[in-house]
């Protein structure tokens, strides 16, 4: 069983959210703390400039408040929002919390996956601890 667990979410599947939280309930120890990780990808600078001044400010918001009614489902779980490339900043984040566990969703591999890779595929390379992928 696992204590420091962290799930990354990507909103683009409720059902896919919805496992990877089912996998981190069951895996849990008594009293284990879960992290739901969101990354807002850095928005180039040219398309900045067409979006409302209070976008990303907006967006933040946005993706917090879902994050804390996902969170409110689960003991002991709490809702993360963060800027940077998908990849790596979920390895760096695991790394500083000191995750045991990172419990990530993940599509089926196409051939544009074996030329960039995939997040999941980036985390589980790379990653220092557990990692569970769900399909």
Same mark, same amino acid.
């Given at each position: 069983?696992?204590?420091?667990?962290?799930?990354?979410?990507?909103?683009?599947?409720?059902?896919?959210?919805?496992?990877?939280?089912?996998? !981190?309930?069951?895996?849990?120890?008594?009293?284990?703390? *879960?992290?739901?990780? +969101?990354?807002?990808?850095? $928005?180039?600078? @040219? #398309?900045?400039?067409?979006?409302?001044?209070?976008?990303?400010?907006?967006?933040?918001?946005?993706?917090?408040?879902?994050?804390?009614?996902? !969170?409110?489902?689960?003991?002991?779980?709490?809702?993360? *929002?963060?800027?940077? +490339?998908?990849?790596?900043? $979920?390895?760096? @984040? #695991?790394?500083?919390a000191g995750s045991d566990l990172i419990v990530i969703a993940s599509h089926r591999p196409g051939m544009g996956?074996?030329?960039?890779?995939?997040?999941?595929?980036?985390?589980?390379?790379?990653?220092?601890?557990?990692? +569970?992928?769900?399909?």
């Open positions: 069983m696992y204590k420091n667990i962290l799930v990354p979410i990507a909103f683009d599947s409720d059902a896919k959210v919805e496992a990877a939280m089912s996998v !981190a309930r069951e895996l849990a120890a008594e009293g284990a703390e *879960v992290t739901l990780l +969101h990354v807002i990808e850095h $928005i180039p600078g @040219y #398309a900045v400039t067409y979006m409302p001044p209070d976008y990303l400010v907006q967006s933040h918001k946005a993706v917090q408040d879902d994050l804390d009614a996902l !969170a409110a489902k689960m003991d002991g779980a709490r809702g993360v *929002v963060v800027d940077g +490339h998908s990849g790596r900043t $979920i390895l760096d @984040y #695991a790394a500083d996956d074996l030329l960039m890779g995939s997040t999941a595929t980036q985390v589980v390379r790379h990653a220092k601890c557990a990692v +569970h992928v769900l399909r």
